[in-house]
């Protein structure tokens, strides 16, 4: 065992000892409130360089099954647990976590305590850390501050982003997503992700482009699961080659860092939601919509991560548990008074969950509708979306 610590930018050490690989991490200090779901969040490009505090207090005991990855790579700069499970001998072929880590080079440290390091970041809001060998008494605290102060999280979406147009079929009508655990059950190698059969000679039902700021796997099969022929394009993409390709939707997607950072997209997304064509965004792509209306984004605190975040839906009235990983907010006041109304708020703090524009086909979302981990109450969302596109479709096929 190597003992190692996680320095805060504050001074404050947490002493705790090394998984995963074995090499000194500088990131932003976050916690997520998920029980499980670990594949997923390491996964997840919008975590991309963060390190990463599970609230619950033993994580691993259930192993890898690359088959719910969100991406073909880790994103996360680093994980931080209380304790440690080992997995030994699984008979359906999980992975142990301190392997998986080990295997993709992202470094851990464990027997922190995570609730005192929670509790911390909720009340002071979150740090820059770094993961070093050593003791408290052996550490080189001016190397440490001297790598604090030259970190540097500017643009990530440009690191996550595809680089090139991608396209991914609709699904072959009566595959099930549950395909991959029925997989599972059955014994059948689950290590690697199974990506479903696409349509073998059937015209996919509708066309969405879907602007990628660091995609989730489960967005993309949420779609393709309803028929849709999806093609993603680099975050940076001109609004006109975009419209150029006549999609029958546009959908934004969630990503990693500060809205503001990507400057070049918000214009193209402000002429993208003056067409007629159906739009929708998620997490970042929420935030971007509302940057490109006029609206401010501000810094939260301490972030929402996590899968039990409640949201009420301003229209019904109904509140649902979601399923959120962000650091940033729309600030409510900001929003235009005309065209646009407020759909969603945060039933802990009042922050806004999604708004909608009232003479455009234009809705967002701050939570993910997909979960994955999380509840999955909110995939009607994307029915929604197929709604608007089908009646986009109706209308221009009557010109």
Known sequence: MKKACLVLDDGTVFPGIRFGADRET????????????????????????????????????????????????????????????????????????????????????????????????????????????????????????????AYNASNLVAVVSRKEKIFFPAWKEGWREEEISDRRERGEQSRHRHDPEPMAGMPAKYRVALMDFGVKQHIIWNLTRRGCDVTTYPWDTKAKDITADDPDGIFLSNGPGDPKNCGPAIEEIRKLTESSIPMMGVCLGHQLISLAI????????????????????????????????????????????????????????????????????????????????????????????IDRISAYRDQRNKK
């Open 26 to 149: 500088v990131s932003e200090v976050v916690f997520s409130t998920g029980l499980t779901g670990y594949v997923e969040l390491l996964t997840d490009a919008s975590f991309c360089g963060q390190a990463v505090t599970m609230a619950h207090p033993v994580v691993g005991n259930y192993g890898v099954f690359e088959d719910v990855s969100e991406s073909d790579r880790l994103w996360v700069g680093a994980l931080i647990v209380r304790d440690l499970t080992k997995v030994e001998k699984d008979e359906r072929g999980a992975e142990d976590l301190d392997e998986y880590l080990k295997r993709n080079d992202i470094p851990g440290i464990r027997g922190i305590d995570t609730r005192a390091l929670t509790l911390k970041i909720r009340e002071e809001g979150t740090r820059v850390g770094v993961i070093a060998d050593g003791t408290p008494e052996t550490l080189d605290m001016e190397k440490i501050f001297e790598k604090i102060q």
């Open 294 to 385: 006029g609206a401010r984004t501000e810094k939260l605190k301490y972030g929402h991560r996590g899968a039990n975040h409640p949201v009420k839906d301003l229209r019904t009235g109904t509140v649902k548990m979601t399923a959120q990983n962000h650091g940033y907010v729309v600030v409510k006041e900001s929003l235009p008074e005309e065209g646009c109304e407020v759909s969603h708020i945060n039933v802990n703090d009042g922050s806004v969950e999604g708004i909608r524009l009232t003479d455009r086909p234009v809705f967002t979302v701050q939570y993910h509708p997909e979960g994955s981990p999380g509840p999955r109450d909110n995939n009607e969302l994307f029915d929604a979306f």
